[in-house]
């Protein structure tokens, strides 16, 4: 440390420029390149900056206590940070214009699960479908303890529920492109004025999904991070035995199976696919436990 060093909290980064909050101003920096090798940086970071260069450079990252991550593209596996320092992830759907696509709000779920990080679902456009048809699609989420708010932009509905929690935590925003985060986020915000689409737009996109991500801070000290990239999340180097524990539902059962080895999948005297029988455990969510135990054994050994 000298007498130069000053912290700050990224609040976007692009490429190997960020945008630090330091008290109520923010100001450009660089990244020093060796951090790249060890530690790079990502949204919600709080860092050490030089203030002594022009632009002031960011030197190191002060320890996480959460992050989002996700398996980076490539040959070589590496794990890419979305996201430092959230409290919880908020999944956004909507119920329809795009079509809700459970499967991919399960992987969305299992990365969060896999790090720790609190959740809630939001289901967005409630105005575009009927509550009869969209309710029972995310009643297993409810069962399995996700809070789930069904939310309209247009209609109001749901906000300030979702704004109440919101309140106080850092909160990462994640979902397809095209559900309304920024819509949600304006309507919840009306000073923010998010320009709507934008950041998808400029972040989501093509092969560089993974370098964007901008952080927000609201009033109430609650803030929010919108990270593109998530669409497409890998698992992070989940091992295979870990998954069933990223299914809160599971976790009642998990230790009842006759194998003490038990994958779930096809052994005798489970415990997990019989409460799938009884329909205690959804199948939909059990398929993709499936489909993911697939993905996480072929990916596993190899790293
Ligand atoms: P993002 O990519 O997730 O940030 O989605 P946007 O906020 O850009 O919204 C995508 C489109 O959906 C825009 O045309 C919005 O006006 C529209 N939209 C957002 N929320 C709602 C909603 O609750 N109901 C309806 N009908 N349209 C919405
Ligand atoms: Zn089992």
Wanted: proline share 7%; hydrophobic share 40%.
């Amino acid at each position: 440390m000298s007498d130069n060093d000053t912290t700050g909290q990224i609040i976007r980064l692009y490429a190997d420029v960020a945008t630090v909050q330091i008290g109520e101003g923010t100001v450009q920096c660089a990244i020093r390149g060796k951090l790249f090798k060890s530690a790079p940086p990502a949204v919600g970071d709080w860092v050490q900056l030089d203030e002594s260069h022009d632009p002031p450079v960011i030197t190191a990252v002060l320890p996480r206590k959460s992050v989002l991550a996700r398996r980076a593209a490539g040959t070589v596996p590496r794990r890419h940070v979305l996201v430092a320092n959230v409290d919880q992830v908020i999944v956004v759907f909507a119920a329809a214009n795009p079509e809700p696509h459970t499967a991919m709000l399960d992987r969305f779920l299992v990365v969060a699960e896999d790090d720790d990080l609190a959740v809630h679902i939001v289901v967005n456009k409630m105005d575009l479908a009927s509550e009869e048809e969209i309710r029972p699609l995310f009643a297993p989420y409810e069962k399995a303890g996700y809070p789930v708010h069904y939310t309209s932009k247009r209609t109001g509905q749901g906000l300030e529920e979702l704004r109440q929690a919101l309140e106080g935590k850092e909160s990462v925003f994640v979902g397809p492109s095209g559900v309304g985060k920024s819509s949600l986020l304006n309507a919840l915000y009306p000073g923010l004025d998010l320009k709507v689409g934008l950041v998808s737009e400029a972040y989501g996109k093509g092969r560089h999904t993974t370098v964007g991500g901008l952080l927000i801070k609201l009033p109430n000290s609650a803030s929010v991070a919108d990270t593109a990239g998530l669409r497409e999340l890998g698992l992070w180097m989940i091992p295979p035995d870990e998954l069933p524990h990223c299914f809160p539902e599971f976790r009642p059962y998990l230790g009842q199976c006759r194998f003490s080895d038990c994958a779930h999948l096809s052994e005798p005297g489970c415990a997990i696919t019989a409460a799938v029988e009884s329909g205690d455990i959804d199948e939909r969510r059990y398929d993709s436990y499936t489909k993911l135990r697939a993905e996480a054994t072929a990916t596993w050994p190899r790293w």
